[in-house]
C-alpha cells in the first residue's frame, strides 16, 4: 500500500476552499483531495472528500456502512480518528451514500457498500487504520515542510502537530488554512499503526455522534423525506406472492379528495395523492379482483413445519454437508445414538420504521434521485440502475439512517425502492412510498421455519463420539439471491451458518441441510442461521449432559477443551452468575454460542408465575476481541439478547393459503419493557482482532432459557416460540 | 380547516377533522419528530402530550385535538435540555432512535405526573411503547436518573 500525494503545483483548491481534505484511493491510501475545479464532482455534485479539516479545527469523517442504531456512525470514524491522532471533541461524522469509486466499500463484503452479519468494524478495522495513520502522515508533511524541518521530527497530539526542538505548534485546522502549503511529493511507506497502549479514542465509551439528535425527534428517516411536488402513495398488494390484479373500479378511490392517480401494476395497485392519508383513504375505497391462481393459495405454516419435520427425519431425503470432519459415519448407524430434535417457527423482523422509499425519476425516465433506508447502497443502485434499465451513474442516492433494519433492509428490502421508481416514472413526479404496517406484517420476508435433528453416538461416559446436526429448511438464498445461488454445490450460508460447531470436538461431525421448498418469502433476521441453530445444539448438549449425569458446565468444558477462548468466556459467565445457585423457585440455564469469530456464553435466571415465564436476570460473558466502542457494543448485545427474548415468549409468523395470518403488533408483538431481565456483559479480552457485535446476544439467548425451563420444570423446551411461552 | 395549539402555537391544518393527529403534525405541520409505528395504538412511536397527558396521536382525531394543548417532541424543549432528553443522552439510551420520541415523551409525562416513580411504575407506564432495538434497560435506568436529578 503506497502513499499518494500530488505535485505541489496542483495544490491551488486550498486557497479556494479553505478546508484540507482527504480522499480514500481504490488502493486503501489515503490521499490529498485534488483541487475541487480539478475534481470531477459525483453526480450529485459532490467531492468525494473522506475526510475534511477545516480552519475552525473541525473535522468531518465519512464512512461506509450504515447507521441502522448499532453506532456505526461513531465505531468507524473513531477508528480513522485515532490513527490521525485526532480531537475526538472536533469529530463530526457523515454516512457515505454512494461510492463510485469503489473506497468506501466494506473489504469483508466484497468490498461494496453493506452493513449486515455484524461485519462493519470488523471489515473495516485495518483499512481504517491504515489509511487514518497515512492522512496523518501527510499532516506531518505539509507541516515539516511549512516549518523547514524533517517530517521525522514532526509529532502529533490531539489534533496539532508540533515540532519539539523549535517549539513549533499548530492544530490541524491551521494547516489546513496555510495560504500556500507545501504538498509532499513521492511516496511514503505504508505508515506505522499506533500501539493499543497509546490509544485514546479507540477502546473508550466517547458519546455516540448520533445520540444527542435521537432526543430531539431530529433524526430523518426516509420516511420523513419531504421532496417539493412530491405525491404520497399507498399500494393494495396482491393478498398472495404472484398475483396480479384487474381493476374492477377506481370510481371511488378517484373520488376521494386528495387522489391524484391510481395505477395498476404487476403485483399491486397504487393509489397516489396529496397526503398519506387520503392515499390510504384512495386505497380502501378500490374494487380489485386478484388472478387467485398462485400456487402459494396452498401455502400453509402448519403444513411446511410437518413437512420439514419429515424432511429432517427421512435419512433417504437429499441433503448438501455444510460441514465434515473425522469421518466415521457408521457411528450412527450403532445402537447407542441419542436423537433430539427441535423446531423454530417463522419470525417477522418488526422494524419499528415501516418499509418505505421515496424516489424522483428524472424526465428522460433513465435517471432518479432516491431516499431510502437501506443495508446496501451499493445493492440499491444497482438495483434502481436495472429497474430503470439505466447505468448507476444516473442514480442519485442519499442513504438515510433506518429505523432498524435486523436483516430486513438488506437486498431483502428491494421492492419498495422499486415500486417508489415505477410509479414515479409513471407519474412524472416524486412519490413518497410507505406500507403500512399492516403491510409490513402481511408481506413480511420471514426467517424460514427449521426443524433440526440432532443425532449423537456416545460413549460410555456419556460423550459423543460423533454428532449430526441435521437442519431441514427452505433456502433463504435461493430465494432472496437467486442470481448468486449456485445450484450446483447449494451452499446457503444464511440457513446454515453456526452449525459448524466449530469449538466443539464432538469425534465426527457433520452438519446437513435438508433443502425443502418455501412457502413463503424468506430473509435473514438477526442472528442469522445461528440463532436458530446454536439453540438446536445448546439444547441438546444439555440434554446430553444431564442424560450423562454430568453438570453442564464440566460437560461443555470437556467437550470445549480444544478453544481456549471459549473457555474462557464459559467459565466467566459461570462465575459471573455464580451458575447453580439461583434463587428459591427458580433455576439457571447455560448456553454456548458464537457468531463468527465472537464467542460468547449466556445464563438465563428462571421462574414461572403461574403460567408465565419469566426472565429475571441474564448474564453474558463476551469474547469480540478488540471492543472500538464499549458501550455501543454493550447496547447491542442488550438488543440482541432482548431479540432472542423475544422470539422464546411469542414470536410467531403464520401463513394460510398463502397470506400472513398477523396483522400489527396486536397479533405479533415483539416484547415489551415489563418482559426484560436485568442483563450484565461482561467482556473477556483475548486481544483478537474485533469481530462484531449487532448479533452475538441472539443466539446464545434462547438455548439459555430453555435449559432453565427444563431444569426448573423437567420439561424440555423444544420450539421456538416456547409452546407454554407467554 | 381544523384549529390546533401546538407547541404553544396556534396553528390552522387544512385537513378534514377526522385526520388523525399523527399525520396532520407530520405531513401538514411538518413535525416529523412524531413517528409512525403501527397506527393502532399498539407500540407509541407517535407519543404526543395531550394537555400533559401522554396521548397516541395515531388514535386521536384533529377534531378531537382541538382546543387541548399538543405537546410533540420539537416542543418538549427549546433546546432539547429537558431532564428527560439530558437523562437519555447520559445513558445513551437511543439505538436506531426511531421510538425514541414516544419514549421520551411518555417519560416526560410520567415524570411530570409522579415525579418520583417506583420501578415497577415505571415499567408498568412504559409498557405502552415498544423499542425494537431493546433499549429498554437503558430506558428504565435514564428515567430513574431523571427522577433523581429532577
Ligand atoms: S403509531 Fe400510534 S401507537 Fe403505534
Ligand atoms: S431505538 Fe430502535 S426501536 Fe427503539
Known amino acids: 500500500m503506497k502513499v499518494h500525494t500530488r505535485h505541489p503545483t496542483r495544490r491551488g483548491f486550498l486557497k479556494g476552499s479553505g478546508a484540507l481534505s482527504f480522499a480514500l484511493l481504490a488502493t486503501g491510501s489515503a490521499a490529498v483531495l485534488p483541487s475541487a475545479t480539478e475534481a470531477q464532482p459525483l453526480p450529485d455534485g459532490r467531492v468525494t472528500a473522506w475526510v475534511t479539516i477545516t480552519p475552525d479545527n473541525r473535522m468531518t469523517i465519512m464512512f461506509g456502512s450504515a447507521e441502522m442504531g448499532q453506532g456505526v456512525s461513531t465505531s468507524l470514524p473513531m477508528i480513522v480518528a485515532e490513527e490521525l491522532d485526532a480531537d475526538w471533541s472536533t469529530v463530526a461524522s457523515e454516512q457515505v451514500s454512494t461510492d463510485p469509486e469503489g473506497v468506501y466499500g466494506n473489504p469483508m463484503a466484497g468490498g461494496i457498500l453493506f452493513a449486515a452479519g455484524s461485519s462493519s468494524v470488523e471489515g473495516y478495522f485495518t483499512y481504517l487504520r491504515q489509511a487514518g495513520a497515512q492522512a496523518r502522515q501527510i499532516l506531518i508533511r505539509i507541516a515539516g515542510a511549512h516549518w523547514g524541518v524533517p517530517p521525522e521530527e514532526v509529532t502529533t497530539r490531539q489534533s496539532t502537530v508540533l515540532h519539539e526542538p523549535t517549539g513549533a505548534v499548530m492544530t490541524y485546522g491551521e494547516v489546513a488554512a496555510l495560504p500556500d502549503p507545501v504538498w509532499p511529493s513521492g511516496e511514503m511507506p505504508q505508515a506505522e499503526l499506533k500501539l493499543r497502549a497509546d490509544w485514546s479514542i479507540m477502546g473508550t465509551d466517547v458519546e455516540r455522534l448520533d445520540i444527542p439528535g435521537k432526543t430531539t425527534g431530529a433524526p430523518v428517516y426516509s420516511i420523513d423525506v419531504e421532496v417539493p411536488d412530491m405525491l404520497h402513495g399507498a399500494l393494495l398488494l396482491s393478498p398472495v406472492e404472484g398475483e396480479t390484479p384487474t381493476l374492477n373500479s377506481d370510481t371511488d378511490a378517484r373520488a376521494v379528495d386528495g387522489v391524484v392517480d391510481v395505477i395498476v401494476m404487476d403485483h399491486a395497485v397504487a393509489v397516489l395523492a396529496r397526503s398519506y392519508t387520503a392515499a390510504l383513504a384512495g386505497r380502501d375505497a378500490l374494487d380489485v379482483r386478484w388472478t387467485e391462481t398462485s400456487p402459494f393459495r396452498k401455502a400453509n405454516s402448519a403444513d411446511e413445519l410437518a413437512a420439514l419435520a419429515a424432511a429432517a427425519d427421512d435419512m433417504s431425503a437429499d441433503a448438501v454437508v455444510w460441514e465434515s470432519r473425522g469421518g466415521d459415519q457408521a457411528a450412527f448407524s450403532s445402537a447407542d445414538v441419542v436423537t433430539g430434535t427441535y423446531t423454530t417457527e417463522h419470525v417477522y423482523h418488526a422494524q419499528m420504521e415501516p418499509l418505505n422509499a421515496v424516489a424522483s425519476v428524472d424526465a428522460d425516465g433513465m435517471g432518479a434521485e432516491i431516499w431510502l433506508g437501506t443495508q446496501s447502497q451499493t445493492a440499491s443502485i444497482m438495483i434502481a440502475a436495472a429497474v430503470l434499465g439505466t447505468t448507476p451513474d444516473r442514480i442519485r442516492f442519499h442513504a438515510m439512517q433506518m429505523g432498524g433494519a435486523f436483516g430486513r433492509r438488506t437486498v431483502f428490502a428491494r421492492e419498495q425502492m422499486r415500486d417508489a421508481l415505477l410509479l414515479s416514472k409513471a407519474a412524472g413526479r416524486p412519490v413518497k412510498l410507505v406500507w403500512t404496517r399492516e403491510d409490513d406484517v402481511k408481506n413480511g420476508w420471514l426467517r424460514p421455519a427449521t426443524v433440526q435433528r440432532l443425532d449423537a453416538a456416545l460413549d460410555a461416559e456419556g460423550y459423543p463420539t460423533a454428532l449430526r446436526h441435521r437442519i431441514a429448511s427452505p433456502s433463504i438464498f435461493q430465494f432472496a439471491m437467486p442470481d448468486r445461488w449456485n445450484p450446483e454445490t447449494r451452499r446457503d450460508l444464511l440457513v446454515m451458518e453456526g452449525a459448524e460447531s466449530s469449538d466443539y470436538d464432538f469425534g465426527t461431525f457433520q452438519a446437513e441441510h435438508v433443502l425443502v421448498p418455501r412457502r413463503s418469502r424468506l430473509s435473514a433476521w438477526r442472528g442469522i442461521g445461528w440463532a436458530p441453530n446454536c439453540f438446536a445444539r445448546e439444547c441438546f448438549m444439555d440434554e446430553l449432559a444431564e442424560r450423562a449425569g454430568i453438570d453442564p458446565v464440566s460437560y461443555r468444558r470437556r467437550l470445549l477443551a480444544g478453544s481456549p477462548r471459549a473457555l474462557a468466556v464459559l467459565d466467566a459467565a459461570v462465575a459471573m452468575s455464580d451458575f447453580g445457585n439461583p434463587p428459591e423457585g427458580r433455576a439457571h440455564g447455560i448456553a454456548f454460542a458464537g457468531y463468527k469469530k465472537t464467542l460468547a456464553t449466556g445464563v438465563a435466571e428462571v421462574s414461572y408465575e403461574g403460567e408465565r415465564l419469566r426472565v429475571h436476570r441474564f448474564w453474558t460473558a463476551i469474547d469480540p476481541g478488540i471492543v472500538i466502542h464499549p458501550q455501543a457494543y454493550r447496547a447491542q448485545v442488550e438488543g440482541g439478547i432482548l431479540f432472542g427474548l423475544s422470539s422464546v415468549l411469542r414470536e410467531r409468523s403464520t401463513f394460510t393459503k398463502g397470506q400472513i395470518d398477523q396483522s400489527n403488533f396486536y397479533d405479533y408483538e415483539p416484547i415489551r419493557i415489563s418482559d426484560i431481565p436485568e442483563i450484565e456483559v461482561r467482556f473477556v479480552e483475548s486481544g483478537e482482532a474485533p469481530s462484531g457485535g449487532g448479533e452475538i446476544g441472539v443466539p446464545m439467548t434462547a438455548p439459555a432459557i430453555s435449559n432453565a425451563v427444563r431444569r426448573l420444570t423437567g420439561e424440555s423446551q423444544r420450539r421456538l416460540p416456547f409452546v407454554t411461552g407467554s | ?150
Request: glycine share 10%; hydrophobic share 35%.
Open chain 2, 1 to 150: 380547516m381544523v384549529t390546533l395549539n401546538v407547541n404553544g402555537r396556534t396553528v390552522d391544518v387544512n385537513a378534514a377533522p377526522d385526520t388523525p393527529l399523527l399525520w396532520a403534525l407530520r405531513d401538514e405541520l411538518k413535525l416529523k419528530g412524531t413517528r409512525y409505528g403501527c397506527g393502532a395504538g399498539m407500540c407509541g412511536a407517535c407519543t404526543v402530550h395531550i394537555d400533559g397527558q401522554a396521548t397516541f396521536s395515531c388514535q386521536m382525531t384533529i377534531g378531537d385535538a382541538a382546543g387541548a394543548e399538543i405537546t410533540t417532541i420539537e416542543g418538549l424543549s427549546e433546546t432539547g435540555d429537558h431532564r428527560v432528553q439530558q437523562a437519555w443522552i447520559a445513558e445513551q439510551v437511543p439505538q436506531c432512535g426511531y421510538c425514541q420520541s414516544g419514549q421520551i415523551m411518555r417519560a416526560a409525562a410520567l415524570l411530570a405526573n409522579n415525579p418520583r416513580p417506583s420501578r415497577q411504575e415505571i415499567v408498568d407506564e412504559m409498557s405502552a411503547n415498544l423499542c425494537r432495538c431493546g433499549t429498554y434497560p437503558r430506558i428504565i435506568r435514564a428515567i430513574e436518573r431523571a427522577a433523581q436529578e429532577g
